[in-house]
């Protein structure tokens, strides 16, 4: 089923020693994206400002986002930006940071603390014992950091972002920020991600990748970059543009209005409530297993909610998939249909026998036409599932499909329905203070 992309704003977050210009040769190459890197505290342009553990600088970066107003964004973290945006998706998978699609993750410091050897933990922070990094002790760092030597120019300025880092905030990273312990809070998140490393990184390469930060992440893919060490951004820029352009794209799924995501995080909606829509609201996985179904099943059974529900970017099959494989439906069947899943499995592989092929590879005309002939019962021939029962069958789809539908915030905004907004966490609840018809209140997102 073809599924037009929207693509997300990209938030970059840079190493610590590093700044937004980090990913100058990255963003080049992504042209076709709404990049936005940032500062953290005590770095690059933000050498003056404060704020520097962990949660201080997701409280920073989480106002820059919502300055920005995006109402679907990726993040991109590297080392210790890849730490902070871990603490932003589960943020946002709480309702308290609407609309992420995807996490990029490269060579990052993971929740819990960081495995970085004490006689260089010890090393680096002596560095800055009597001010800023040095430039002897700025090259050493960038070295120690990188596969191969670096273009003169994009040596010199990651050299430079060492110097003027602000040295309580380099200090901060290594004493306390590096050691903060986020793994319990952070749990395991459903954001898609794609986990990355150089092939020839130490401390944060591809197997403390996997066993620290792969973990926390539901859905994610690992990546390794050849030619990389630590410094994956500058080392080989096009490399990591390609990475976050194909994670970008996987993720371009079903945006909600930033009017919307604005009432989601105000204080008209619970944090229940906010949390349950935040989880509506994340992005497919593009590389969803079926749990109950086939895969050919899942293909049909996309092709023929594809003909009920004409929209894009939310995979309804593969939300119903899920939902039969925990059981979380809407609680009843017809008595004359089996089981859920054993009802499902038996309709798609009579809509292939009715198509004496493969139902999904019909065009969208006659597909059409058959599902009509569903309707009127119209055939003899023995099939898994009597006429009789595919004209229910079809119409516990239809009720599945618009259902989990209507669920999602992004519809939500396009029918206008904004009955979740009522009351938030106080004694008493807003409510609506109108109620004629055609009447909106100063509060409610305009249609």
Request: charged share 25%; with cysteine.
């Amino acid at each position: 089923m073809g599924r037009e992309v929207m693509r997300p704003t990209l938030f970059f977050l840079h190493a610590l020693g590093g700044s937004a210009r980090s990913w100058d040769a990255v963003i080049a190459q992504l042209g076709e994206f709404d990049c936005r890197p940032l500062d953290l505290p005590g770095f690059g342009a933000a050498s003056s400002a404060t704020g520097f553990s962990v949660e201080a600088m997701a409280d920073t970066i989480a106002a820059q986002i919502r300055a920005h107003g995006t109402d679907r964004w990726m993040l991109v973290g590297h080392s210790m930006g890849g730490k902070v945006a871990t603490i932003l998706a589960r943020r946002s998978e709480a309702g308290r940071l609407p609309g992420l699609a995807g996490i990029v993750l490269m060579a990052a410091s993971p929740p819990s603390p960081e495995p970085i050897d004490d006689e260089r933990r010890a090393t680096m922070i002596r560095w800055v014992m009597l001010g800023p990094v040095g430039p002897e002790d700025a090259c050493e760092f960038v070295d120690q950091n990188i596969a191969a030597p670096l273009l003169p120019a994009v040596y010199e300025a990651a050299v430079a972002d060492v110097q003027r880092a602000d040295p309580q905030a380099w200090r901060a990273w290594l004493e306390h920020g590096s050691r903060e312990d986020w793994s319990d809070a952070v749990g395991r998140l459903a954001t898609p991600a794609m986990i990355v490393a150089g092939a020839e990184d130490g401390d944060l390469g591809e197997a403390n990748q996997r066993k620290l930060n792969m973990p926390h992440y539901a859905h994610a893919r690992f990546e390794s970059i050849a030619g990389a060490a630590h410094l994956l951004p500058i080392e080989q820029p096009e490399s990591v543009a390609r990475l976050v352009r194909n994670h970008a794209d996987t993720v371009g799924q079903a945006s909600v209005r930033a009017d919307y995501a604005r009432l989601i995080a105000s204080d008209r909606v619970s944090a229940r409530t906010r949390a349950t829509l935040a989880e509506r609201a994340i992005a497919d996985d593009p590389d969803y297993l079926p749990k109950s179904l086939t895969m050919p099943q899942l293909e049909n059974l996309r092709a023929l909610v594809d003909r009920v529900i004409p929209q894009y970017g939310i995979d309804l099959a593969a939300r119903i998939d899920a939902q039969l494989t925990t059981g979380d439906g809407d609680g009843w069947r017809f008595a004359a249909l089996p089981a859920d899943a054993e009802a499902y499995r038996a309709g798609l592989d009579t809509l292939d026998a009715l198509a004496n092929e493969t139902f999904a590879k019909l065009e969208g005309e006659v597909r059409d036409a058959l599902l009509h002939r569903i309707e009127a019962a119209d055939w003899s021939a023995k099939t898994p599932l009597t006429p009789e029962q595919m004209i229910l069958w079809f119409e516990d789809v239809r009720a599945d499909a618009v259902r989990l539908w209507l669920a999602h915030p992004a519809t939500m905004a396009r029918v206008g329905y904004d009955g979740f907004a009522i009351g938030g966490d106080g004694i008493r609840k807003q409510g609506y203070a109108l109620t004629a018809a055609d009447e909106r209140e100063g509060w409610e997102p305009a249609r």
